[in-house]
């Protein structure tokens, strides 16, 4: 019966294991280059069947966050680089999150610029940036002879990626980021090709996925997407049409994966959206992400929902989380007060069994 630790192929990956570490921001990227200290962090956890970074910008118009890192330039390529040796050397597999925030993004980051976005629609909430929480700004839309170039920018972070050494790349189309920005009716408001019908709405996020899977192989492409996850002001009217479409759009690019968040930021679940029949929609391996558990990872994949689990928190406590799971151990406990910036404390200083 297929479990947690069944191996399984992913793209042209024979992975030893089916449980992912989810893409988690941690905001210790000073001047947006990876670091020493993350080279230690991600080799810490190199025996997940396959790491996926932190959100990576795909341009310096992509960030959103203070202290993330980005993959667009040569410096950030060398400071990678130790990153996907050193988990290599372990025996591990890691792709890198490719990220654009878009509308979520704040002047501060831009030399007073506003973000771009699909529509100009401001949404609730507020941007975490260097000198404290701001109220999020009212967007600028995207002309339509600037998609091209958002595109590109895609495309030239996924190759600058296999430069780095990553065995490749998931597109960030979730949580509110500019490419599911796009994808629903709440926030785009186009009347062009890419707004208005399902279709349209999906075209940016297809188009990405096609100059992806040009410029690296679609084997070492995966999209990660959240139906019914409202962060960051999101809402469509009929999500469950809109990603059925999603997933059969994608599945006839062949990517290597669809990664589906599953919940709420909050981790609920909302049946407005059933996951089987975008599961269903998508020929590819299913990666499942939300608050799952070891046994809930087991019975997703013993019936066939999905293909790898993804897990988030207790990857940042747990470095050896694989091997917890095998012995039955318990889990250390998250410290959430460090979660995001500082130093290592909370970051690599969690123990290991056996330590």
């Given at each position: 019966?297929?479990?947690?630790?069944?191996?399984?192929?992913?793209?042209?990956?024979?992975?030893?294991?089916?449980?992912?570490?989810?893409?988690?921001?941690?905001?210790?990227?000073?001047?947006?280059?990876?670091?020493?200290?993350?080279?230690?962090?991600?080799?810490?956890?190199a025996s997940a069947g396959l790491i996926i970074t932190e959100g990576a910008q795909?341009?310096?118009?992509?960030?959103?966050?203070?202290?993330?890192?980005?993959?667009?330039?040569?410096?950030?390529?060398?400071?990678?680089?130790?990153?996907?040796?050193?988990?290599?050397?372990?025996?591990?597999?890691?792709?890198?999150?490719?990220?654009?925030?878009?509308?979520?993004s704040h002047p501060d980051f831009h030399n007073g610029e506003l973000p771009p976005?699909?529509?100009?629609?401001?949404?609730?909430?507020?941007?975490?940036?260097?000198?404290?929480?701001?109220?999020?700004?009212?967007?600028?839309?995207?002309?339509?002879?600037?998609?091209?170039?958002?595109?590109?920018?895609?495309?030239?972070?996924?190759?600058?990626?296999?430069?780095?050494?990553?065995?490749?790349?998931?597109?960030?189309?979730?949580?509110?980021?500019?490419?599911?920005?796009?994808?629903?009716?709440?926030?785009?408001?186009?009347?062009?090709?890419?707004?208005?019908?399902?279709?349209?709405?999906?075209?940016?996020?297809?188009?990405?996925?096609?100059?992806?899977?040009?410029?690296?192989?679609?084997?070492?492409?995966?999209?990660?997407?959240?139906?019914?996850?409202?962060?960051?002001?999101?809402?469509?009217?009929?999500?469950?049409?809109?990603?059925?479409?999603?997933?059969?759009?994608?599945?006839?690019?062949?990517?290597?994966?669809?990664?589906?968040?599953?919940?709420?930021?909050?981790?609920?679940?909302?049946?407005?959206?059933?996951?089987?029949?975008?599961?269903?929609?998508?020929?590819?391996?299913?990666?499942?992400?939300?608050?799952?558990?070891?046994?809930?990872?087991?019975?997703?994949?013993?019936?066939?929902?999905?293909?790898?689990?993804?897990?988030?928190?207790?990857?940042?406590?747990?470095?050896?989380?694989?091997?917890?799971?095998?012995?039955?151990?318990?889990?250390?406990?998250?410290?959430?007060?460090?979660?995001?910036?500082?130093?290592?404390?909370?970051?690599?200083?969690?123990?290991?069994?056996?330590?």
């Amino acid at each position: 019966m297929t479990d947690l630790f069944s191996p399984v192929q992913l793209g042209k990956l024979k992975l030893p294991n089916r449980i992912v570490m989810a893409p988690m921001t941690r905001n210790r990227a000073p001047e947006n280059t990876p670091t020493a200290l993350m080279v230690e962090y991600y080799t810490q956890r190199a025996s997940a069947g396959l790491i996926i970074t932190e959100g990576a910008q795909i341009s310096p118009q992509g960030i959103g966050y203070p202290a993330t890192p980005g993959i667009h330039s040569i410096e950030q390529v060398e400071g990678w680089q130790p990153i996907t040796d050193a988990v290599h050397a372990k025996g591990g597999h890691i792709f890198v999150q490719l990220w654009h925030c878009g509308r979520v993004s704040h002047p501060d980051f831009h030399n007073g610029e506003l973000p771009p976005a699909p529509s100009d629609i401001r949404p609730a909430g507020q941007a975490f940036t260097y000198t404290g929480l701001q109220d999020f700004v009212t967007p600028r839309a995207l002309d339509a002879d600037e998609i091209p170039g958002i595109i590109e920018q895609y495309r030239h972070a996924a190759a600058m990626a296999i430069k780095a050494g990553f065995d490749g790349v998931e597109i960030h189309s979730a949580n509110g980021y500019l490419l599911d920005q796009f994808l629903r009716d709440g926030s785009n408001q186009r009347s062009d090709a890419y707004g208005g019908s399902i279709e349209n709405r999906t075209r940016l996020l297809k188009e990405v996925t096609e100059a992806v899977c040009n410029e690296i192989g679609a084997d070492k492409v995966g999209i990660r997407i959240s139906p019914v996850n409202a962060f960051n002001d999101m809402h469509d009217s009929d999500p469950q049409a809109l990603f059925n479409h999603v997933a059969s759009t994608l599945s006839a690019l062949k990517p290597a994966f669809l990664h589906v968040v599953e919940v709420s930021m909050a981790g609920e679940l909302d049946n407005a959206v059933d996951m089987l029949e975008i599961r269903k929609c998508f020929k590819g391996s299913y990666i499942a992400n939300g608050r799952y558990d070891k046994p809930r990872g087991n019975a997703v994949l013993a019936k066939g929902a999905a293909d790898l689990v993804a897990y988030g928190i207790p990857y940042l406590a747990n470095p050896d989380l694989p091997e917890r799971f095998l012995r039955d151990a318990p889990l250390n406990e998250p410290d959430q007060a460090t979660f995001y910036g500082g130093d290592a404390h909370g970051y690599t200083d969690y123990p290991a069994l056996d330590t």
